[in-house]
């Protein structure tokens, strides 16, 4: 299975992105998956993660801010972020993390 994440790009502070991950193959059944990030000089850290059946988690530093959510129909994992600041600026990588897909990232920056 590949993961191709889209919608990254540069946005200013208090702005919205919508992050989606599209996946070759199905999703059902892969078991968690989730949203990573990585800033300059910073270990790649958890954003959000989903389980198969819906059941959610977000870091202390987005909750109330990102939401994650997965369409196992249309293969396809998304985080819709909110109320964005500079510190969210980081490479966002898509991840199927039991199964050992990741995607190759994509570069969302906020500007202050």
């Known amino acids: 299975v590949q993961l191709v994440e889209s919608g990254g790009g540069l946005v200013q502070a208090g702005g919205s992105l919508r992050l989606s991950c599209a996946a070759s193959?199905?999703?059902?059944?892969?078991?968690?998956m989730g949203w990573y990030r990585q800033a300059p000089g910073k270990e790649r850290e958890l954003v959000a993660a989903i389980t198969d059946d819906g059941g959610a988690y977000h870091a202390d530093s987005v909750r109330g801010r990102f939401t994650i959510s997965r369409d196992n129909a249309k293969n396809t994992l998304s985080l819709q972020m909110n109320s964005l600041e500079p510190e969210d600026t980081a490479v966002y990588y898509c991840?199927?993390?039991?199964?050992?897909?990741w995607g190759q990232g994509t570069q969302v920056t906020v500007s202050s």
């Open positions: 991840a199927a993390q039991s199964a050992g897909y």
């Open positions: 193959g199905s999703i059902l059944g892969i078991g968690v």
